[in-house]
């Protein structure tokens, strides 16, 4: 299931950004996407997700001579939106097009053979110079670093410095998800707080639960996702019964009140799920 | 296809829809007990949430709530039409469930042994009896009242007369 993103643009080129998103520690808890296009206006290009943490470490480092394309990955960095699913190499070979009909671009040589290990058609490469890797071109992917020389000793099929999710980009995006559900904790303190700290105690702890139950398991493209994470509601709040049943009253903790546990549980994680998809980009 | 990304602010509004709908959902299942900063003012608009507790200093209400409780008094009496009321037995139970509270021109109260009201309970004392109801010249009524340990006096307040009991040792 694939949801449009706001990737090419509409009148078919990616918009130049001016404004440059600052670097806040804060951001692991809450995210803040920052506008989709390109920053900087070196040779080369990198690739990041609209995440203003990754745009602004990216701009400092590169800034001054590589060109920054910023994709719709719903707020997050590029890492953990190709990790869950929610971009995927065809919407960077779309955005890489689009941007080819108006300007020439300089592309990696590692980024070009993952995109494109058959070849491009005459139409594209015509706009596209490949250039030697002396930086990884996709923020966080390990193995893309690679020379001319190795791509000419190589078929494009063999191409071995193919970018991969490996453990530590997936263990990477799980902390990602990790703080944003620290995030939503937070958010849900005070309110919980207001009626006691039994409800806060019991409220957290089902959020945290399915928090982490759904930070292992998240990923877009599973399906059926919002099922699965109901599941993992009712699961968590069968483990929220066992540990905190006996602070229910015992002449009502009656099956309805069980039920209301179980539903609590699962609306939060639900709650998690619609987290996990991110936010809407910048406009 | 349905996006289910939200702008910033719409997380914020639904993240504390939710969250208050979580509470108030836990609130009512684990009942009254929470340390609830809201408690003086839910409990204007819940009746029988002013549960007595276990070493007052103040005098309380009953409870209205169906729930057992530990360490209760059960008192019966004897109510006579034309004398003072007799109390028939007095005895501390390990659980119970505490008379509820109406209202009536007789008292049933706890005492300290300074003579404090700890507890009391109003209640309305009928002779008809039966049916078709027919006038008795005695009834005898039993309550459950909270065990508090500060009482030492049982004191049965009626229209015709006052009698003061001397509880037992729990």
């Not at chain 1, 700290?197 to 639960?209: C, D, E, H, M, N």
Request: neutral net charge; hydrophobic residues 45%; glycine residues 8%.
């Amino acid at each position: 299931m694939n949801y449009p993103l706001d990737n090419p643009s509409e009148n078919g080129r990616f918009a130049t950004i001016e404004s440059v998103p600052k670097f806040n520690v804060l951001e692991w808890l809450w995210q803040r996407p920052a506008k989709v296009g390109l920053y900087g206006d070196g040779v080369g290009l990198v690739i990041v997700g609209n995440s203003s943490n990754e745009i602004a470490r990216v701009l400092r480092k590169h800034g001054q001579d590589k060109q920054i394309l910023a994709l719709d990955s719903s707020g997050f960095a590029l890492i953990t939106a190709l990790t869950s699913g929610l971009l995927n190499q065809d919407v960077i070979r779309v955005a890489i097009e689009d941007l080819v009909r108006s300007q020439e671009i300089y592309l990696p040589l590692s980024l070009y053979g993952w995109l494109y290990p058959t070849g491009t058609s005459s139409s594209i490469s015509q706009n596209i110079v490949i250039l030697s890797d002396d930086f990884s071109p996709l923020q966080g992917m390990g193995g893309v670093k690679a020379t001319v020389s190795q791509f000419e000793q190589h078929s494009e099929q063999s191409l071995p410095v193919r970018p991969r999710i490996n453990l530590q980009a997936y263990v990477k995006s799980r902390i990602d998800y990790l703080g944003l559900v620290i995030g939503q904790i937070m958010i849900f303190l005070l309110p919980l707080l207001l009626f006691g700290w039994r409800v806060a105690l019991i409220g957290l702890t089902s959020l945290f639960l399915t928090g982490i139950i759904n930070c292992v398991y998240w990923n877009k493209k599973s399906l059926p996702g919002l099922i699965i994470s109901f599941v993992f509601g009712l699961f968590i709040g069968v483990v929220l019964l066992l540990v905190f049943g006996n602070q229910l009253p015992v002449n009502i903790s009656g099956n309805i009140q069980k039920l209301v546990v179980l539903f609590i549980a699962a609306a939060e994680s639900i709650w998690i799920w619609i987290i996990f998809h991110g936010k809407k980009a910048e406009v | 296809m349905m996006s289910y990304r939200l702008s910033s602010q719409s997380q914020i509004f639904f993240a504390l829809i939710i969250s208050l709908l979580v509470a108030w959902s836990l609130y009512f299942i684990l009942g009254e007990n929470s340390g609830n900063i809201l408690l003086p003012f839910i409990n204007n608009s819940r009746p029988g949430n002013n549960h007595p507790l276990t070493e007052p200093t103040v005098t309380m209400t009953p409870s209205y709530r169906y729930e057992n409780s530990q360490g209760v008094l059960y008192v019966s009496v004897r109510l006579y039409v034309n004398a003072q009321p007799e109390v028939v037995n007095a005895a501390y139970l390990s659980e119970g469930r505490v008379t509820a509270s109406v209202t009536g021109n007789s008292y049933i109260r706890l005492r300290s042994s300074d003579m404090t009201v700890l507890y009391e309970v109003p209640f309305l004392t009928d002779f008809r009896q039966g049916e078709p109801p027919v006038m008795k010249d005695s009834i005898r009524m039993s309550f459950v009242l909270p065990g508090i340990s500060l009482a030492s006096h049982l004191e049965i307040d009626t229209p015709q007369g006052i009698t003061l009991y001397e509880l037992p040792p729990r």
